[in-house]
């Protein structure tokens, strides 16, 4: 495997809801949604919102967009023919990280919703990788992550980082489940993009999965390419 872009032994891994890559001025540009994921040099990215909802649900980024992404490629999640994600969930990974393992996860709740996981053998070490959009309704929410853990506990253990948009405004309580077998890290207010009021997106790693540094995108254009802002975290394996 080639080394990551990154320091030896360490990946960077970014959130981001994109909205159908509907920004904050209601115009559709896939093209500023890639912008802003190149400038954060991500080595895997989890999306949300990748796709649009009717029909064979398309990708909301067509792949000659993506093919601009220097060196990172999509995870084959997709829905359909025209999908790039799982009930919208995507992941992206960077050249030099191998996918040896594909998990989807129909979730329960009031709303259609879906998760994903990956593993990955990267240089930094086996990783696995869940991408998460959860509901409108705490109660909904808590259902799905029951559900989450449950699969998780199905698979063969491995360090897992969990990340994406948790739909949780309180930063106190609503993710209990969660909190007793990983450590919620919120970067900082992602939610409302042009006015950061909610740490709505957040990174959850689990044993042997160690946070050196996050933080929330805010540079241009992303305060205008989605309602989100992204998130990143730089991971290495303790």
């Not at 992941?91 to 709303?111: D, N």
């Not at 990783?127 to 699969?151: A, C, K, N, P, Y």
Request: hydrophobic share 40%.
């Amino acid at each position: 495997m080639s080394d990551p872009h990154l320091r030896p032994g360490r990946l960077r891994l970014v959130s981001y809801n994109i909205r159908k890559a509907l920004g904050t001025d209601r115009r559709r540009n896939p093209a500023r949604v890639c912008n802003v994921i190149a400038a954060l040099e991500p080595d895997i990215v989890v999306l949300q919102e990748a796709d649009l909802r009717l029909g064979a649900r398309p990708t909301a980024i067509p792949l000659t967009e993506l093919s601009q992404l220097s060196g990172l490629r999509a995870v084959d999640f997709g829905q359909s023919a025209k999908s790039l994600g799982w009930h919208g969930n995507a992941m992206l990974v960077r050249e030099g990280i191998e996918v040896s393992g594909l998990h989807r996860m129909v979730l329960p709740g009031f709303e259609p919703r879906g998760a994903i996981a990956a593993d990955l053998e990267t240089p930094a070490g086996p990783l696995r990788v869940g991408g998460l959009h959860l509901g409108l309704l705490r109660g909904s929410r808590r259902l799905q992550l029951t559900h989450i853990l449950d699969e998780l506990d199905r698979m063969p253990q491995r360090p897992t980082v969990l990340a994406g948009d948790l739909n949780e405004w309180s930063e106190r309580v609503g993710l209990g489940r969660l909190a007793k077998r990983f450590e919620i890290h919120a970067p900082g207010r992602s939610y409302h993009s042009r006015r950061p009021v909610a740490a709505l997106d957040r990174i959850a790693t689990g044993a042997g999965v160690v946070v050196e540094e996050s933080g929330v995108w805010h540079e241009q254009p992303a305060p205008a390419a989605s309602d989100h802002l992204p998130i990143w975290a730089d991971l290495r394996h303790a």
